[in-house]
């Protein structure tokens, strides 16, 4: 008999229904925030996933559907949607359309070879949106507020939010250095993907599920003490946009989270200790992947 592959679902019945009553609750919030549906294609170049999501990521290093097709192009299923709005956004030249903001949401699947468990899957359904052209903490802050608005609606109560900077480049330049070196004296204890991460993507060692709870580790530098002036006031400030808006959160100095693209404020939402939500700024990424220098925002989180 033949079954359906391990890492997927069929949605039908009352999952369905569950499954259509998030979306139209996602496209009403976001909607009436002003911000548009966009779709994007299954599969893109390869190339596209590894300079934005970066190459040394555990995504794109262990997880992404890769194949070369019958013109012998190397492409990739589509394991998050922040790459390809931003393609979308530069191929479209819609940086000279306005000097305001574009602002999109998506509800997509998406693909990732990662092992099947509780609320994961290879084949995912990922809703999210992002700002681009969004220059100023305040997009951020308001962006928190719609996904907490969104997640409130779904019924989620007592939902707790953390926070970290991950600064500008010059911050990170210097935290990197110091970090790598602090690492290098407890070689012999950092697991096998640490050990890679020290050379490749040190960052990532701060995000390790094995490893966090060693003594070591909680002693090792803070991105907190590296920070630079303007990655200080933007900080300062988006705390204050939420403390004004009376968003309750915490300063998690350890949270990174999995792709290399995002600078500054970085941010996860939990519900009962599990983390539903993350996102960030990203204003790098655009002028990484061959546009201009765009600043940006986002947020992405697992329907399922």
Avoid: W
Avoid at 26 to 41: Q, W
Avoid at 71 to 77: A, D, F, H, V, Y
Avoid at 85 to 100: A, G, P, Q
Wanted: aromatic letters at 12%; charged letters at 30%; glycine letters at 8%.
């Amino acid at each position: 008999m033949l079954t359906k592959v391990k890492g997927t679902s069929d949605i039908y019945g009352d999952d369905s229904k569950l499954y259509l009553y998030i979306f139209d609750t996602f496209r009403s919030v976001l909607e009436d925030a002003g911000f548009s549906l966009i779709r994007t294609p299954v599969f893109e170049k390869t190339e596209l996933f590894q300079r934005a999501v970066g190459e040394d990521t555990d995504i794109i290093h262990k997880e992404t559907y890769d194949f070369i097709d019958k013109g012998g192009r190397s492409l990739s299923l589509r394991p998050e949607g922040t790459a390809s709005i931003c393609r979308f956004y530069i191929e479209n030249k819609m940086v000279n359309d306005s000097l305001k903001p574009s602002k999109f949401y998506y509800f997509e699947t998406m693909y990732r070879y990662e092992r099947p468990g509780a609320g994961r899957q290879r084949e995912f359904t990922q809703a999210g949106c992002e700002v681009i052209n969004a220059n100023g903490p305040l997009a951020d802050a308001e962006l928190i507020k719609v996904l907490l608005s969104f997640l409130e609606k779904l019924g989620y109560k007592n939902l707790s939010i953390s926070l970290n900077s991950l600064g500008d480049e010059e911050s990170r330049s210097n935290y990197r250095d110091d970090l790598v070196s602090y690492f290098r004296n407890y070689t012999n204890d950092l697991c096998s993907d640490c050990l890679r991460r020290l050379d490749t993507n040190p960052l990532r060692i701060l995000d390790c599920k094995i490893d966090n709870e060693k003594e070591f580790f909680k002693n090792s530098p803070k991105i907190s003490n590296y920070l630079s002036e303007s990655s200080l006031n933007f900080k300062s400030e988006l705390l204050a946009y939420l403390d004004e808006m009376k968003v309750i959160y915490d300063l998690d100095n350890n949270l990174v989270r999995g792709l290399d693209y995002y600078d500054e404020v970085v941010f996860e939402v939990k519900s009962e200790g599990i983390t539903i939500c993350g996102g960030g700024r990203y204003n790098r990424l655009i002028k990484e992947i061959g546009g201009e220098n765009v600043p940006a925002v986002g947020f992405a989180l697992g329907v399922e």
